[in-house]
């Protein structure tokens, strides 16, 4: 072999069984930005998890779903986006091991993700259309037990996939260099039904009775405002912070949708270089998504801009900071 083709391989020690150093399939400007998102990405998901866990008055069952999708996006800024650019811009050169592990998160961490928007979805709608039981329904208790079986069921799940890697014949694997698992047709098609028809079905049929719930309330406060006396004014108020507590985490829920639908369109067009280059873009703005996340809670979460505020300053290092008033 000569020179120049040694120089173009990952390991040119091995000719016969290296591969060839990628072609970046994303433009260095893109690159770049996914490297940025990447710190971002964990710093704010990291105040979300520390504004939730440290504050009292926090730990309500909405905010424990929101701890368990936090965790989730900061595992993907963590780990899924600097692996997911090394596989894609270099040649691979941390192990078979280290590539299961990471095709296993991959897995793993968005299938949480989605279990997580599906369980706020539910939160949400007996909160609406079965105001007077949610408190009884929907308890601490039984919302750490869900996220608890979300993440167990995530895990589950990957190792399908785990099974299906192991068990394929060596000529899946024709070189070493790269981080690239070829699943069975069947199992794409499992996981598109599983991870995303399924869940996406359940989320906008709830929003869609939340949404219908919302209408008649607001319509229902509006005709009797007139007539609300002071003992009943109370009513009124907490329907209307349980409908604001509805739209934030429908936004959350539409931006999700918005991001990770294009993946999952995609996914079974025939391969041209159109299809490639949305591909990418797809990719990008899936992984987005858990940057997006505490960006959409600091524009619509009060508490959430004030626990920045007391993180920053670190004055959650001073005594009793975990009692103090955050609504």
Request: proline fraction near 6%.
């Amino acid at each position: 072999m000569e020179v120049e083709d040694r120089a173009e391989l990952c390991f040119p020690q091995f000719p016969n069984t290296s591969c060839r150093k990628p072609s970046p399939p994303w433009p260095q400007t893109v690159t770049i930005m996914l490297y940025s998102i990447s710190p971002i990405t964990v710093v704010l998901n990291l105040l979300v998890i520390i504004s939730i866990s440290h504050f009292r008055q926090l730990h309500t069952s909405t905010n424990i779903l929101l701890l368990s999708l936090a965790v989730s996006d900061l595992l993907v800024g963590l780990v899924l986006m600097p692996l997911e650019v090394l596989s894609r811009t270099s040649c691979w050169f941390l192990g078979e091991f280290v590539c299961s592990t990471f095709d296993l998160l991959a897995i793993i961490i968005p299938s949480a993700s989605i279990g997580d928007i599906v369980l706020i979805s539910a939160d949400r709608y007996v909160a609406i259309c079965d105001p007077l039981h949610y408190t009884t329904k929907v308890t601490a208790r039984r919302v750490k037990f869900c996220v608890c079986l979300c993440w167990l069921c995530s895990v589950t799940y990957s190792l399908l996939f785990l099974m299906d890697f192991h068990s394929e014949p060596a000529w899946y694997k024709p070189c070493y260099g790269e981080c690239i698992v070829f699943n069975q047709y069947f199992l794409l098609l499992f996981d598109l039904f599983v991870n995303f028809a399924v869940p996406v079905t359940v989320i906008v049929v709830l929003y869609l009775r939340v949404f219908a719930a919302a209408v008649s309330q607001a319509r229902a406060m509006r005709s009797h405002i007139t007539a609300v006396t002071l003992q009943h004014s109370v009513t009124p108020k907490a329907k209307k912070s349980e409908l604001k507590a509805a739209r934030n985490l429908g936004v959350l829920v539409v931006v999700f949708l918005i991001c990770v639908c294009p993946l999952y369109t995609i996914k079974f067009m025939d391969y041209n270089w159109i299809i490639a280059l949305i591909n990418n873009f797809s990719y990008i703005l899936y992984l987005s998504n858990s940057c997006l996340n505490p960006v959409i809670y600091a524009f619509l979460y009060p508490w959430f801009r004030k626990a920045v505020k007391l993180i920053v300053t670190l004055q959650i290092l001073q005594p009793g900071s975990s009692e103090t008033n955050m609504l």
